[in-house]
């Protein structure tokens, strides 16, 4: 028996993602700065709990001098990459 695949996820697994905070000095920071704020996402998780539903993502931090650590992060903690404007 096969489960129903969840479908509403606000990201997608291979997908590159920022963490949220780093919006916070977004207009201070420099483009190898932003490499420190980067994951791929390379798990979903779905979680009910008595207060609803918590959608959890498993990345794997991008950048030469980040750990190779996955992390687990809570939707809300994420943003998508920004567009290239030069493209």
Do not use: A, W
């Not at 794997?60 to 994420?78: A, D, V």
């Amino acid at each position: 028996m096969s489960l129903p695949k969840y479908e509403h996820f606000k990201f997608e697994v291979g997908q590159f993602v920022r963490s949220s905070f780093c919006e916070l000095n977004d207009d201070k920071r420099n483009s190898s700065e932003i490499l420190r704020d980067t994951y791929q996402i390379v798990e979903r998780m779905y979680q009910e709990c008595p207060g609803g539903v918590q959608l959890h993502y498993l990345c794997r931090p991008q950048g030469f001098l980040s750990s190779k650590e996955y992390i687990r992060l809570n939707e809300i903690e994420l943003i998508p990459m920004p567009q290239d404007s030069s493209r």
